[in-house]
Every structure is written in C-alpha cells, then in structure tokens.
C-alpha cells in the first residue's frame, strides 16, 4: 500500500470483507466502547500496537506519537495531545492498564542518540529535536556508557520506555488510581527484527521475552 488510492481499496476491501463480516460487532462500537487496555506506542509504519497485539476493533484505545514519549504533567501550553488521551482513557473510559510500547530501530531515538536536529529550525527537523528533548538526559547516561551505535541506541530505546512510565506517573489521576489498584502499567519493547515483544520488569529494569 503506497499511495491514497491504494488506500481506498484497501477500504473497499475491508467494507465488503472485515466490515460486513462482523456487522454485529461494529454496530455495538457505534454507539460506545470499552477498551480494557490504552497502548501509547510509536507512530512508526512497522509498529502498529493492533496489529503486533492481534487486536480487535475496540479492544485497545491507541496513542501513537515519535518514540512512544508521554511528557509530564504540566498545566501550561495551549495543547496536550497525549496528556488529554491519557486524562480521556483513564478518568473517562476508566481503563484499567496502561502500555507503553517502545520499539528497535526507532527513528526518534536515532536522532536523539546522534542530535542530527540539533539547532535546527521547525520544518528541518526542530520539532523533532524539540519533541525528542525529553530524552536528552536518558541520552547523556547512555552514551557516555555506550557512545553512540547500536548497542547504545538499543538502551536508549528502553531508557525512553522507562521515562514516559515515569513521566505517566506524574499525572495526579494516573499516581492516585496506581497506587488504589485501579490501574496498572506496563512497559514493553517490539524487536522488528526478530517480531519478539520484550517486556520491562520495573524491579530490575530489564527487558525480557515475552
């Protein structure tokens, strides 16, 4: 699937098969849902979190954005893309868990690990240097452990997992249900060389197969 047309084939394709095949199911999203699970992964084409978790229509309510980063909780600024998803999934559809996806080979974190956007203006790449800031002291730990190539930039990739868990934690509504049981969260890797889910075990800080 390479360009819009394609898109709206694929469309056909789905109204006439998936759509029509599951008509029942469909007509019940149509007025509510009730996902058990919010998914806040990367916006990368090679990590879709329905089609990597075998997803139905419903199941998982999906954020996706550069490298899968949850700012921290802040009032100021005029628009919270992830902060108002989060306020929605949590205090309003009530979900119980929360995931955050991180993934190999993710762009956002290459070019935090290189700072190839370093200094540059919005349009060439300053938004995403701006965005990948959040990382930036995650960064300094890790190269100066590792430098900078792929064993470095494997590290980072977890190291941002483990930030927007923190940074999810500093959200009052997501602190308070945590810590009443109410919700629970997750953090996991998706190799896409090898399609294998590693999943974070906050104990020890390690990924581990799924």
């Avoid at 047309?5 to 759509?19: M, N, P, S, T, V």
């Avoid at 930036?136 to 730990?141: F, L, P, Q, S, T």
């Avoid at 980072?156 to 919700?183: D, H, I, M, W, Y």
Wanted: net charge negative.
């Amino acid at each position: 699937m390479s360009d819009f047309k394609q898109l709206i084939d694929g469309y056909r394709h789905f109204r006439a098969g998936e759509w029509a095949h599951h008509r029942e199911r469909w007509a019940e999203l149509a007025s509510e849902q009730h996902p058990e699970v919010m998914v806040i992964a990367c916006s990368d084409s090679r990590v879709d979190p329905m089609i990597v978790f075998d997803a139905a229509p419903g199941e998982i309510f999906v954020v996706r954005n550069v490298s899968a980063l949850v700012p921290p909780f802040e009032v100021g600024g005029l628009r919270h893309g992830v902060s108002s998803a989060l306020e929605f999934a949590v205090t309003q559809l009530d979900i119980p868990e929360i995931v955050v996806m991180g993934h190999g080979s993710c762009g956002g974190v290459a070019a935090s690990l290189s700072q190839c956007f370093a200094d540059k203006a919005p349009g060439e790449g300053g938004f995403i240097a701006r965005w990948m800031a959040m990382l930036d002291e995650a960064r300094d730990r890790v190269v100066a452990e590792l430098g900078t190539g792929p064993e470095a930039a494997q590290k980072l990739e977890g190291e941002c997992v483990k930030l927007s868990l923190a940074n999810l934690r500093t959200f009052p509504f997501v602190a308070s249900r945590e810590a009443e049981g109410r919700l629970k969260l997750h953090g996991s890797r998706f190799a896409i060389s090898d399609g294998i889910l590693h999943l974070l075990d906050e104990k020890t800080g390690e990924f581990t197969p799924a």
